[in-house]
């Protein structure tokens, strides 16, 4: 019975394993080094800015998200904020859109809402780049599906 055990267990194949602990560390060095938290902070705002106009997009229900992570949510209806039925797929069909471009965008939320997660190495001209790579494709799909 479990709980008469004198001793548990448990363990992984990574626990304590030296050369994913030096890896880990050479990873944290280069971070401070390269003062990529700061690169974060300063090119999040950017970020956050290029994507809120795809708000302008009739099928965009929304666009959150904080520094170097958003969440792009497609909608039927702004009004309702009522979701695609599944059989429609507009997420996966402008994921598919962006990946033609050359951008990759990572579908959550059964569907419904892209996940945008750039490297921090990201620069503006790639921000610029995924921005008008998913206006793009947003109307792409929006002529699809008669918008």
């Known amino acids: 019975h479990p709980l008469e055990m004198k001793q548990f267990m448990s363990g ?16 944290l060095e280069i971070i401070e080094r390269e ?17 809120r ?13 904080l520094g170097l992570v958003a969440g792009i949510e497609y909608v039927q209806s702004k ?15 402008v994921f598919a859109e962006a ?11 059964g569907g419904h809402v892209h996940a945008i997660a750039p490297p921090f190495v990201i620069s503006k001209e790639q921000i610029d780049t995924v921005v008008r790579v998913l206006d793009e494709s947003i109307g792409v799909v929006e002529k699809e599906l008669g918008y």
């Not at 992984?12 to 990873?27: E, F, Q, R, V």
């Not at 003062?35 to 994507?51: F, I, S, T």
């Open 35 to 51: 003062d990529l938290v700061q690169r974060c902070a300063d090119l999040g705002p950017y970020m956050q800015e290029g994507l």
């Open 99 to 109: 990946l033609k471009r050359g951008v990759f965008v990572r579908l959550l939320g």
């Open 53 to 65: 106009t795809l708000l302008s997009h009739p099928i965009v229900g929304d666009v959150r998200g």
């Open 12 to 27: 992984a194949t990574y626990h304590g394993h030296p050369l994913c602990s030096a890896a880990g560390l050479a990873n």
């Open 79 to 93: 009004e309702t904020r009522e979701w695609f039925p599944a059989t429609v797929g507009a997420a996966a069909r």
